[in-house]
């Protein structure tokens, strides 16, 4: 079975730009999960989608946006980029069951660097 | 708000040897679920372990078994007979009934052979 897929790996953008990120989740998982990775912060919680619903979102920023597709593909966007905005943005998928329950598979992740 | 606290930033451990990583959670929630997770170098997060709040019994996978002790809000992670590829960093997290997962600050294990 195919882990969990994240597109691209590695991007560099400059302030001001825009950026979307994609993955896509195990088949059979319906849930995914979006979360921001840096050296001073540490991991931090985005969204959860799942079944095409946002279920809960971290503390971020409206320019961090994201959404889910039918098939349980997720993109996440941000916009007006800014040089704090560099980080691994890694996504999870699970299984639809209690979500305290199942495991939480990630990604590689995708290396964000904003010049 | 979940709060998960992993106090060692970083351990040496000789090869074949046993180490213990330590984490602790404040939550008020009675239905969990607690995960170790490992990030080698490469950055991909690779799950390890998990222990739901009404487990008896701690939980196991080959080497990894995690000291669950509730009443302390602990959850250790031991890794036995440690391979020079543990090298890596390992994160505690949490997750209830919120839809997501908090992390601790993780500790890196060096594994020196």
């Known amino acids: 079975k195919a882990g969990v897929t994240q597109t691209p790996r590695y991007l560099i953008k400059t302030r001001g730009q825009q950026v979307t990120l994609s993955c896509s989740p195990i088949s059979g998982h319906r849930s995914v999960s979006w979360y921001q990775q840096t050296p001073g912060q540490g991991l931090q919680f985005l969204f959860e989608?799942?079944?095409?619903?946002?279920?809960n979102k971290g503390n971020f920023p409206g320019r961090f946006s994201g959404r889910q597709f039918s098939n349980s593909r997720s993109e996440m966007n941000v916009s007006t980029l800014e040089l704090g905005d560099s980080a691994l943005y890694l996504c999870a998928s699970s299984l639809p069951t209690s979500f305290t329950y199942n495991e939480q598979f990630f990604g590689p992740g995708t290396r964000l660097t904003v010049l | 708000a979940q709060k998960i606290t992993q106090t060692q930033p970083g351990m040496f451990v000789q090869e074949k040897e046993a180490v213990t990583l330590d984490c602790t959670y404040d939550?008020?929630?009675?239905?969990?679920?607690l995960f170790w997770y490992k990030q080698p170098s490469s950055g991909e997060m690779i799950f390890l372990i998990y222990q739901g709040s009404y487990d008896e019994q701690n939980a196991t996978e080959g080497r990894y078994s995690l000291n669950f002790q509730k009443a302390r809000k602990s959850a250790n992670l031991v890794i036995s007979a440690s391979q020079l590829g543990d090298s890596a960093m390992y994160f505690c997290a949490f997750g209830s009934n919120d839809y997501k997962l908090s992390f601790g600050a993780g500790t890196t294990v060096t594994v020196r052979a």
């Open positions: 989608y799942f079944s095409e619903t946002q279920r």
């Open positions: 939550t008020s929630d009675q239905s969990y679920g």
